[in-house]
């Protein structure tokens, strides 16, 4: 064989191995988001629902809260060091039933729950799980929150969890929406008209007010809480309208579980590119007129 043919089948050689080395490269991206599109596909067949978990509970400490699958002993996540008026993102989980756990902060995993209950999570559904009530009497209550609104307005419900103030009646633009409610009560959901106006807490001692918007088609939770200065309100969207369901937790939250997709291919195919320049640079350097070939080994 010519020293030239011979450089021929070197360079075929090499080429052949890059692109060997740059197929799964380049597919390792498009499979794995032909895979998180299956999965996605596959949650949405199987189902999928929201959760999110509230302590409303005035005099009750700070808990640890755990949520499990059914017969799964491993918690699906937990929240750590959740305090009186925190309510957590919704958590997209798959449809099925669950157990709740509330466990005093810092306590063990096996330790005996303050609080338990359990929640059947449809597909299509969204759920607040909420610690509420005086000591005595405590309970872990489950709300189904709405996901859908009438045509041009705003759904909105009120949960009256001031234990300072155990009778309030809480309007919206000048109209009440809650009257005389009684620690610890939720009400259902009723339509309003749209708009940004005062939400108005009134108790036997004064009032306390705060600016809300209401756009056409959301969902919301006003929760009356025990401020350092008295009454609070605080705002919870529940949903956006149908288009908008609720959305996941946070990327950081619930222990920052989130797999991790297959690292940048560019670094590779830079490598191969510049492997493949050269082995192109030897084979033109060789083949040129007047370039001395390779001496056989004698």
């Given at each position: ?13 090499l ?7 740059a ?25 999928t ?122 309007s ?37 007010s ?23 309100i ?65």
């Open positions: 064989m010519t020293p030239r043919g011979t450089i021929r089948r070197i360079a075929l050689l080429a052949s191995i890059a692109v060997l080395f197929l799964p490269v380049a597919a390792a991206p498009a499979a794995a988001a032909a895979t998180g599109g299956a999965a996605a596909g596959d949650a949405a067949a199987g189902g629902g929201w959760i999110r978990l509230a302590h409303l509970s005035p005099d009750m400490p700070a808990t640890d809260v755990y949520l499990y699958s059914f017969g799964n002993p491993d918690a699906r996540f937990v929240l750590h060091h959740v305090a009186y008026g925190t309510v957590s993102a919704y958590q997209t989980v798959p449809a099925g039933d669950y157990s709740i756990a509330m466990r005093m902060a810092g306590a063990t995993a096996t330790s005996q729950p303050v609080l338990s209950a359990s929640v059947t999570i449809t597909a299509g559904h969204a759920y607040t799980a909420a610690a509420i009530g005086p000591q005595p009497g405590l309970r872990l209550q489950v709300l189904d929150d709405d996901l859908t609104t009438p045509a041009g307005k705003a759904l909105v419900r009120v949960v009256q969890a001031s234990l300072k103030d155990k009778t309030v009646t809480v919206w633009d000048g109209h009440p929406i809650a009257a005389q409610l009684t620690f610890p009560a939720v009400t259902s959901y009723q339509a309003v008209s749209p708009g940004s106006e005062s939400v108005t807490v009134r108790d036997a001692t004064g009032t306390a705060s600016a809300v918007t209401l756009t056409a088609g959301s969902v919301h939770t006003l929760v009356v809480l025990d401020g350092g200065h008295g009454l609070e605080a705002n919870l969207e529940d949903a956006a309208g149908s288009t908008q369901m609720p959305a996941g937790g946070a990327a950081t939250g619930f222990g920052g579980t989130a797999a991790h997709g297959p690292g940048p291919a560019m670094p590779w195919l830079v490598i191969i590119g510049a492997g493949a320049l050269l082995c192109l640079a030897a084979l033109i350097g060789c083949s040129r007129p007047g370039a001395r070939p390779w001496r056989q080994a004698r």
